[in-house]
């Protein structure tokens, strides 16, 4: 069934509002993929806050249009599922990852940050970036490492002290 100009005005402003606000995108072609496949990715997206939409590639272009998602515009060619990371960076390559491993139907066609576009292999180095809660943990135990080595040293200090004086204590009494 066609869709109307309104309908497909309303789909390319959701994807421009979306596209807008996300921090990285994936491009994947599903054909192949059952509908009960789909709808598996789907639950798997929402659980991990990324949007995922089937949009036909000409209304993508054209949401993408002032966004930082325009250097995409080359590879929406064939069936694509389009998937926008909306709490951090790596969230939609882990999905898109994640699911073509069991699925191999799945096939990554662009990705893009920033307002940059990476090759489809780049996949699991974006994949691999920290969540938000990664990053902060890790930015905490870097922050902590020397306070903890300073207490680590100024407890060395009396430590010291009591194997030196333990030490004279025993040679006086092997002495006597």
């Known amino acids: 069934m066609a869709l109307s100009f309104s309908e497909k005005e309303a789909i390319v402003a959701d994807v421009a509002e979306v596209a807008a606000g996300a921090h990285s995108a994936v491009a994947a072609e599903y054909h192949g993929l059952t509908s009960e496949e789909m709808t598996q990715l789907r639950a798997d997206a929402r659980s991990n806050g990324v949007y995922l939409r089937v949009v036909k590639n000409s ?5 993408f249009e002032g966004t930082d998602y325009a ?3 080359e ?4 069936p694509l599922v389009l998937a926008f990371s909306q709490e951090d960076p790596g969230s939609a390559a ?12 799945l096939v990554v066609k662009a990705l893009s940050v920033g307002g940059k576009l990476l090759a489809a292999g780049e996949i699991e180095r974006l994949a691999s970036l920290p969540t938000k809660d990664q990053a902060i943990s890790m930015l905490m135990s870097v922050m902590q490492a020397p306070i903890t080595k300073l207490a680590r040293t100024m407890n060395e200090v009396p430590g010291k002290l009591v194997r030196t004086v333990a030490a004279v204590r025993e040679a006086k009494q092997s002495a006597a």
């Open 59 to 63: 209304l993508a272009k054209r949401a």
């Open 75 to 78: 590879a929406l060619t064939g």
């Open 94 to 105: 882990r999905v898109v990852k994640a699911f073509a491993k069991d699925h191999n139907k």
């Open 71 to 73: 250097c995409m515009n």
